[in-house]
């Protein structure tokens, strides 16, 4: 059984000067791959301010491109192959580092279509995965952009298996899933997993995805679940099929042995996690801490963070719960990210309308806050023995 805390920290922050977009995605040489405010493709870069020697996150425009208002949710970076890409309404916006290619087109064929995943095996093609709405079932299509032609061509047949993660190593070896059948109880499609490979067609069963089969149904697989092959860990902001809650799930080598975590034992009696943000590695996670209640009987939350590792009962830390309460629009531009100096941190844009900023919180300073709550309760559990 995790353990839970129910007081409140002020955990320090530090304020920078930077005006961050929606996400900040890990990207080559340290880098963060982001959109500035003309909406380009831009890196974020750690520097010192010559006059006050304070840390600085400069914004570095990469490219004149795509120059438009984008989507806030749909944006990702594959360093592997050199892509970046999002989407403006129905048209697909990309970007390639190595080629300097830029691709603006319309890869869905109507309005009943939306654009699912987008995956890559190299730095000359793109592959599409999008989903066309029917009557009564749901079919997934693929097909790819060839930046020699700069045309999409379709390739090979429909098919309703979706590409999800790619497995390390980098190649044609994905974590896929199907519908497997529609609940008329949760009213949702039910989802299988499985490894997939693109060449042989072959689907592979696992413990994992045995244990995915269980958890998981209908989600939007981009902004719901946050998963690291590297880090055997999967976070799931939606509620799943076991748990009435946000869960996380571990592995070992190979796929062995999955473990499920139900991330509500975390929180204060009569409140709810809603996750907002999880670091690539999957060991931090930003939360809301819903249902508190103001002095007119306004609901308010607050936030906190939460990390993930075996050397934690139930694999949780306690929840740092910071202090101030915040409307759920107060955090925006939430990502986790790496300093020079000070390693793990998460970024934000703060705005609660009289105040507005962009904070960095030191994940050192938040682990120092969990080690006195682990402390605390050994101390008083070692008292209580006595």
């Given at each position: 059984m995790a353990i839970t805390d129910n007081s409140t920290q002020d955990i320090p922050y530090i304020t920078i000067s930077a005006e961050l977009f929606e996400k900040c995605l890990p990207?080559?040489?340290?880098?963060?791959?982001?959109?500035?405010?003309?909406?380009?493709?831009?890196?974020?870069?750690?520097?010192?301010?010559?006059?006050?020697?304070?840390?600085?996150?400069?914004?570095?425009p990469i490219v004149k491109f795509p120059s438009q208002r984008v989507s806030t949710t749909f944006f990702y970076a594959q360093p592997e192959t050199g892509w970046i890409w999002t989407k403006s309404n129905m048209k697909f916006l990309g970007y390639n580092a190595d080629t300097k290619l830029t691709c603006d087109f319309i890869p869905v064929p109507s309005f009943k279509s939306w654009i699912e995943l987008v995956n890559s095996f190299s730095k000359y093609e793109l592959l599409f995965s999008y989903e066309t709405q029917e009557p009564i079932t749901k079919c997934i299509k693929n097909y790819t952009y060839n930046s020699k032609t700069k045309h999409p061509e379709k390739m090979g047949e429909d098919s309703e298996i979706l590409l999800w993660k790619q497995i390390e190593p980098f190649g044609k070896d994905f974590l896929a899933y199907e519908h497997f059948e529609y609940s008329k109880e949760l009213d949702k499609y039910i989802y299988r997993y499985f490894l997939y490979n693109f060449d042989t067609k072959e689907k592979t069963e696992n413990d994992l995805t045995k244990m995915l089969n269980k958890t998981l149904y209908e989600v939007d697989a981009n902004i719901d679940v946050c998963i690291s092959i590297s880090s055997r860990g999967l976070v799931s902001k939606c509620y799943s099929l076991l748990e009435d809650c946000p869960v996380v799930i571990t592995w070992k080598d190979n796929y062995e042995?999955?473990?499920?975590?139900?991330?509500?034992?975390?929180?204060?009696?009569?409140?709810t996690l809603e996750i907002q943000t999880v670091s690539p590695d999957c060991k931090w996670i930003f939360t809301y801490i819903c249902y508190y209640e103001g002095l007119h009987r306004e609901s308010l939350c607050k936030v906190g963070f939460i990390k993930i590792s075996e050397e934690y009962p139930g694999i949780a830390s306690p929840l740092v719960i910071l202090d101030e309460y915040a409307q759920k629009t107060y955090f925006n531009a939430c990502s986790f990210i790496e300093h020079p100096e000070y390693g793990s941190c998460f970024i934000c844009s703060y705005d609660n309308g009289n105040k507005k900023e962009t904070r960095l919180y030191k994940m050192s300073d938040v682990q120092k806050e969990i080690d006195r709550i682990l402390l605390e309760k050994a101390k008083s559990a070692l008292s209580e023995g006595k």
């Open positions: 990207w080559r040489d340290g880098k963060y791959i982001t959109i500035d405010g003309w909406g380009n493709f831009a890196t974020l870069e750690w520097s010192k301010d010559k006059k006050t020697k304070k840390d600085k996150l400069d914004v570095v042995d999955p473990k499920l975590f139900p991330l509500n034992i975390l929180a204060p009696k009569g409140k």
